[in-house]
């Protein structure tokens, strides 16, 4: 069996733990010989200059799938969540203490600092009525939409890129890379993952970080899979 495409998370899983680039993984992405598509919460500019600095050509899935772009110089296709999570955030934002993030750059979700559970924030909305998402990524908070995420982010990705969705192995740390290892064809969870997320995985590394994420390459190698 042979993948087409790669779509690996940013933070936790091309990183150390406190979000340095880990150069190994970094060169290891550059030299796949397969188009490489970056998915974070991040904002697009963010994931985008993650991408021209290590050498990748500037296919981006960011916001959790809010905001995806094909190239460095094409109109991002931007989701139309806002408005719902502005509501939820202002529902919010006088019952606890929010420190939002990237305020000025979001498109589609809110990010917020992670100084409260965000399952005490879920609930909340769930009782008030909202019907979006509070994810904890173990880097920052994501009010939601719950019809976008890096799975809608991905497959939506691949019918721009002509391919199937199942065409992709996907690499991930945390709650939000579930639906994209739900939907790709095969997905590695790096070592210091999320328990919920290596159990879908297909294969969980023994290393950690951006060293996992060499041992998935590698591994994906010899397997004979990209
Ligand atoms: O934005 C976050 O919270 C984490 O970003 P990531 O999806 O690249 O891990
Ligand atoms: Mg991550």
Redesign the pocket.
Known sequence: MKFKALAI?????ITYSDRRLHFMAAEHLRNLGIPVV?????VLCY?AATSKLIGLGGKVISE?GGVISTGFDTKPHISDSMEECEKAFSYLTPRFDLIRLDNDLRKTEI?LRRNIDAEVLQSSLERAGFHMEVID??????IKSRKIN?GTGLAKMASLMDLDVSDFVAI???A??REMFEVAGYGIAVSNADPDLKSIADYVTSMSFGEGTVEALNILNRKKFL
């Open positions: 998370d940013i933070d936790g899983t970056l998915a974070t919460g991040n994931a959790n990010a990524t173990r880097f920052a908070l994501h890096k991930g740390d945390s939000n890379d």
